[in-house]
């Protein structure tokens, strides 16, 4: 079976690995989580950074910095990880979705201005699976309407965005480290910063709120969302050769592109759109031949012992909504489209030139006429 993802574990990675194992510092204290924090921090070009248990965690924090009250809004993509919804509903927020552009699946930045209300928040910017979502544009409204931007950087490490690091531009940017990222510690997340009254918070916040005289006389409510040392010591490992990490995704994701580019029945994204480079954090799909879904497709590539993953399922559509009475509305026709139709195919770091081919010679045979 050809799998959806394959991490890739070094030898360097295992030797940085058993070293810290080997001082004692396993835990949630060491001073590889400082190297961690410190490096990345420098790398995407921010003042503060905390190492959080997952991305999913980032984005709960980030939220809870804003001290958000019942009723206040928080726009979403509504292509895009059930985490930004999550995140949303468990600070007692309201969130409100924005549909995405059929050909980058970001989200629709021309609908933003129009989902504004005097009860808007934050905005919540995810880049979607390759291209950059334009950050700037939508810094430049969050600037004019006096709301947060939280920027969700994970699918996108290392990527740039007109000179500057994808992760740069949020009052709070956040990322994620699990197995199928750019940059792997099995789980973990990062939040980064410029503002030094929210890094005091996102310090308490991830950490039980432990009190500052009297440690366990707790003044608000925080979670364990720690990360460890040892896994801050794989990412170390990872962070130091992030160069040849991006340049082997964009390979796999240009190969594929130039293996079905012709195929008329479906839509692949291109190494660059409208100025946008693609990082190909995964490659995928789109059929274009309404007459086949992608879960149909899926199930064949499967018999030939190819694994491929279902896009994103909207938010608008997700059960949770009603259990906690919450109405998305709009018109998500793109988002519709993408969770039917599309998919992604293997495209982790450790797959092989041999693997694309064959899996791009199936899918040719399958969808060709």
């Not at 690091?165 to 410029?194: P, W």
Request: aromatic letters at 12%; charged letters at 25%.
């Amino acid at each position: 079976m050809i799998p959806v993802n394959k991490p890739i574990i070094t030898g360097k990675d295992a030797k940085y690995i058993f070293k810290t194992a080997q001082s004692g510092w396993i835990s949630s204290t060491g001073p590889e989580i400082k190297i961690f924090e410190k490096s990345f921090q420098r790398y995407i070009g921010k003042k503060f950074a905390a190492t959080v248990s997952s991305g999913t965690a980032a984005l709960e924090i980030s939220l809870k910095c804003l001290n958000l009250k019942k009723n206040d809004e928080v726009i979403i993509p509504n292509f895009t990880i059930i985490s930004n919804l999550l995140a949303v509903i468990k600070v007692g927020a309201k969130p409100i979705a924005i549909d995405c552009d059929i050909k980058t699946w970001n989200m629709d930045i021309g609908l933003i201005e129009k989902a504004i209300s005097k009860r808007t928040k934050a905005i919540i910017a995810t880049h979607i699976y390759g291209y950059p979502i334009e950050i700037d544009k939508i810094k430049k409204i969050c600037k004019k309407k006096k709301i947060y931007l939280i920027e969700d950087a994970a699918e996108v490490i290392g990527h740039d965005y007109k000179n500057k690091k994808c992760g740069f531009f949020g009052d709070l940017s956040v990322f994620s480290f699990y197995a199928n990222k750019h940059i792997t510690t099995g789980e973990g997340g990062m939040i980064l910063t410029n503002n030094s009254q929210f890094y005091k918070k996102i310090q308490s916040f991830k950490n039980l709120c432990f009190g500052k005289i009297n440690r366990y006389n707790h003044d608000d409510i925080g979670w364990n969302y720690r990360f460890t040392n040892l896994q801050a010591s794989l990412g170390i490992s990872q962070l130091n050769r992030i160069a040849s990490i991006v340049k082997k995704k964009k390979e796999i994701g240009e190969l594929y592109y130039n293996y079905l580019k012709n195929n008329k029945s479906i839509y692949i994204q291109s190494p660059t759109y409208k100025g946008l480079k693609n990082i190909y954090w995964v490659v995928g799909i789109l059929i274009l031949n309404k007459k086949i879904t992608a879960d149909e497709i899926r199930k064949k590539l499967y018999k030939y012992g190819i694994d491929t993953r279902a896009f994103f399922w909207p938010m608008s559509k997700q059960k949770i909504l009603k259990k906690y009475k919450i109405k998305l509305s709009g018109n998500f026709n793109n988002s519709e489209i993408l969770s039917k139709y599309g998919f992604y195919l293997p495209s982790g770091l450790g797959t092989t030139k041999k693997e694309i081919k064959f899996v791009s010679e199936k899918l040719n045979n399958l969808l060709l006429g």
